[in-house]
Each structure stands twice: as C-alpha cells, then as structure tokens.
C-alpha cells in the first residue's frame, strides 16, 4: 500500500539543540499532518498543512515548532530550541482527501529523545 | 475530558474469540469514525472508517455505528495472536481540516 517515509527512525539531541524530523509524503497526497505520541499515551494531533500553509495547529504546537514543504521535498516539522518534554515519537500523515473523510496514512514514526 | 473515549482499556482474548472495542465521542459535530490498529513501535494502520448508520464488515472485522449516540464498536471474530495490538478510534468532522482525534486506545492480547 501507499508509503510514508519518516527520517531519522531516531535521534537523540541535548535539549536546546535544533532538530528537523522529514516526511516524503504518498506521493500525490496534499495534506499532511504531525501527531506526537508519547510512550503508552494518547496519539495527539500537532498541525496540519495543504497547500504551502498551515491550516489548523494544537495547543502542543508550541512556538518553537514550525513546518514546511519547500517546493515539493520533503514536509519538515522543526523544532528550536527543544525541551525535556518534546521526547516522543512523532508520526507524519497524508491524504489525499480534505475534510476528515480522507484515511490518513502513517509513517513509521520518528522516535526524538531529548536529554 | 477526552473527546473519543474508548473501553476498555485492555481485553485478553483466546484464540479463536470474539474481541468487541468501544469507542464514543463527546463532540456531536463528529460524523466520522476510524479504527487503527498500532503494533508496538510500528505506525497506526487503518483497519476500518464507517459513516453511515449500521454495519460494516470485512472479513473478520465488523465496524458498528449509531450516529445518535455517536458510538462505534469493533468487533474481530476468530482473533489471531497477530491481531494482539494497540487498537485506536478516532473520529473526524465533514468540512473540518481534516485531522483526527484519537482515543487512548484499547490494548489487546490475543493468547495462544
């Protein structure tokens, strides 16, 4: 089936270091999403994307967040400076549809630890 | 309070069983319902997404729905030891941007 790729699998940075976690959406897919899902907890929604813009962002995207997807590579979620609390494995989605009656499909997650 | 609440939180069924998850959603503008399965350490892969009232099956997996009291439920028939995982409900609004609001999730461990 459709693939997202997610890289790095995994990274572990000292906090108040920069870390840029990518996503190679399905390709024709034009909504792209970041979740965070800390160990054992919920799969909590970030921010999503169409279109070059953001179109709606949570609570948890805090200012030190930010994406992108110049010109067609890869979707980005930055992160600067880090925290304790950005430890957690963040998963990238796309679809192809709007409106939540698109499926979303997964990558495998990038697993970021911060010390 | 949680938006998607889902029960219960973990299920043991033997091979061969019936499992049965529950999940509802607090939030009326919600007409979507989605069911992934999350193996540990692996990405959430849709198993089911019903809108409409009624029944839904594929193979050995039913999806319920009753839009009034916005509930839905799995059901795996004939469970296997490689059905053991992370079962998430999530739910989506027509119209909305799109994105998901998932439950905790039910854990089931399917014994030999």
């Known amino acids: 089936g459709p693939k997202v790729l997610q890289i790095p699998s995994h990274q572990i940075i000292d906090m108040g270091q920069m870390v840029t976690l990518n996503c190679d959406p399905v390709?024709?897919?034009?909504?792209f999403y970041w979740y965070k899902q800390i160990l054992g907890q919920q799969m909590e929604f970030l921010v999503n994307?169409?279109?070059?813009?953001?179109?709606?962002k949570s609570k948890l995207f805090k200012d030190q967040f930010s994406v992108e997807r110049p010109d067609g590579s890869y979707f980005t979620l930055k992160i600067q400076p880090t925290a304790l609390e950005d430890s957690a494995v963040y998963f990238c989605a796309s679809s192809s549809r709007p409106g939540g009656t698109g499926q979303l499909y997964f990558g495998e997650g990038s697993k970021l630890t911060v010390l | 309070q949680q938006k998607v609440q889902q029960s219960p939180e973990s299920l043991i069924v033997p091979e061969g069983g019936m499992a049965s998850l529950n999940c509802t959603s607090s939030d009326r503008n919600v007409d979507y319902f989605w069911w992934y399965r999350q193996h540990s350490g692996k990405s959430p892969k849709m198993l089911m997404?019903?809108?409409?009232?009624g029944e839904k099956e594929e193979g050995r997996f039913t999806v319920h729905l009753n839009k009034a009291s916005l509930h839905t439920s799995l059901h795996i028939r004939d469970s296997q030891p490689s059905d053991s995982a992370l079962y998430l409900c999530a739910a989506s609004m027509t119209g909305n941007t799109g994105k998901l609001i998932f439950g905790l999730g039910t854990t089931l461990q399917v014994q030999p």
């Open positions: 390709s024709n897919h034009l909504y």
């Open positions: 997404s019903i809108f409409s009232n």
């Open positions: 994307f169409y279109n070059g813009k953001v179109m709606e």
